[in-house]
């Protein structure tokens, strides 16, 4: 069973900075596309940023300039670094796994972390 394990999220004051951690347990990390979604109280989850597994990336126009993803296939794990952050950044931020970049009905999806930004 695959198991795909987000953390790093918490409270944080407007413009402050967080890193989001993803690790699944999941053979040939690499070959698989990971994505970063979030969803507020009262909306729909959105995309916020992916990375394939030749490494292009693709972020949502919202966090832009201040969001950057990556992944470490040695260790299983990507990362969101969040920078510059502002209150309507606040969200369950969850982690996804796939085989490819439109392949959602076979996505593996982490329990989500929770981010809070106050100002």
């Known amino acids: 069973q695959v198991q795909v394990v987000e953390s790093g999220g918490g409270l944080v004051q407007a413009g402050g900075s967080l890193r989001l951690s993803c690790t699944a347990s999941?053979?040939?990390?690499?070959?698989?596309?990971m994505g970063w979604y979030r969803q507020a109280p009262g909306k729909q989850r959105e995309m916020v940023a992916t990375?394939?597994?030749?490494?292009?990336?693709n972020y949502a126009d919202s966090v832009k300039g201040r969001f950057t993803i990556s992944r470490d296939n040695t260790k299983n794990t990507g990362y969101l670094q969040m920078n510059n952050l502002k209150p309507e950044d606040t969200a369950v931020h969850y982690c996804?796994?796939?085989?490819?970049?439109?392949?959602?009905?076979?996505?593996?999806w982490g329990q989500g972390t929770q981010v809070t930004v106050s100002s």
């Open positions: 990375i394939t597994n030749g490494d292009s990336t």
């Open positions: 999941i053979r040939i990390f690499s070959a698989y596309v």
């Open positions: 996804n796994v796939r085989p490819g970049l439109y392949d959602m009905k076979d996505a593996y």
